[in-house]
């Protein structure tokens, strides 16, 4: 049996993550903060799976959580076969609205952790000549938004940072892939206490239906992956659409918002 590591494994994607691996008979290590929501998973999931399931507590925005989950990644001794950088957060106000602290809290973890725990699981694949990473991105890492946090920024470096180490390792056996979902039903949204109450239901997505699909592609060997045919075509429109043109479509929606915000 191989091992995979998901962080954020008690909620939304990485929880889907965890039920998707755990059916094709991989055995886990489940990361997030909260220690019983963890051994709650993994006892769900070793009952109906008859995985093994290894728990580690951490926050991935401090330098010890990140450094606890990057030991149990470089354990020679114990092969993590695919690791899942799924954890991340979003904010509700823009950029100057917060404070400095939540922003360097969100870039700790949609950024540092991301990039820490894919240096160590790489160093240990490679001389083994195989491995996996599947780094959770978003449509919102395509573009600029505004009014907005910088989220959209977080997730752009994901995605640069996945392509990159991608195009580097892929002739040497391993793989890395940004999986750039759209909305999806998760706790994402309420944690953050984003409104989601205009969000039309046509622009859900199912969390399991994007673990399939990225799990899918990853296997494919692609660098990107944009489940649902309705975000790969918005998804797309966003990323190929010459930047003045889109930059003047969000600044014109940014100034409508504005002004509705002084009425
Ligand atoms: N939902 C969407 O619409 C959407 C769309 C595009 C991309 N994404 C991305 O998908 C990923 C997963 O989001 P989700 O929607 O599944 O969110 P979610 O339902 O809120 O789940 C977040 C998970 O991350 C864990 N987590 C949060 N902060 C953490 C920290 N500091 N250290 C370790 N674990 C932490 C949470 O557990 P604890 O609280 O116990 O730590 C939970 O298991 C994120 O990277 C997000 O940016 C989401």
């Known amino acids: ?11 939304g994607l990485g929880a889907a993550f965890a039920r998707a691996l755990a059916a094709e008979r991989r055995d886990l290590i489940l990361v997030a903060r909260d220690g019983d929501r963890l051994a709650a998973t993994a006892k769900e999931l070793t009952e109906k799976y008859s995985v093994q399931v290894e728990i580690l507590p951490a926050d991935l925005a401090s330098d010890d959580g990140c450094a606890r989950v990057e030991a149990r990644l470089a354990d020679a001794d114990r092969p993590v076969e695919l690791l899942v950088n799924n954890a991340g957060i979003g904010l509700r106000s823009g ?8 922003e360097e809290r969100m870039l700790a973890l949609n950024v540092r952790a991301v990039m820490r725990l894919t240096h160590a699981a790489v160093r240990s694949m490679l001389p083994r000549g195989h491995g996996d990473v599947l780094n959770v991105s978003s449509v919102a890492g395509f573009g600029p938004t505004a009014p907005g ?12 940072f996945s392509e990159s180490v991608h195009l580097t390792l892929k002739h040497r056996g391993v793989r890395v892939i940004a999986l750039c979902p759209g909305f999806v039903r998760t706790e994402f949204h309420q944690r953050a206490e984003i409104p989601t109450a205009d969000i039309p239901d046509a622009l859900w997505l199912d969390a399991d239906d994007v673990v399939r699909d990225a799990l899918a592609d990853l296997r494919r060997g692609r660098p990107t992956s944009v489940p649902s045919v309705r975000y790969k075509v918005l998804g797309g429109i966003v990323r190929y659409a010459p930047r003045p043109i889109f930059l003047r479509v969000i600044g014109r929606a940014a100034k409508a918002v504005g002004r509705g915000r002084q009425n």
């Open 1 to 11: 049996m191989t091992t995979a590591l998901v962080t954020g494994a008690t909620a």
């Open 95 to 102: 950029f100057v609205e917060n404070s400095i602290a939540d």
């Open 149 to 160: 946090s910088t989220y959209s920024a977080t997730k752009a470096w994901v995605i640069t």
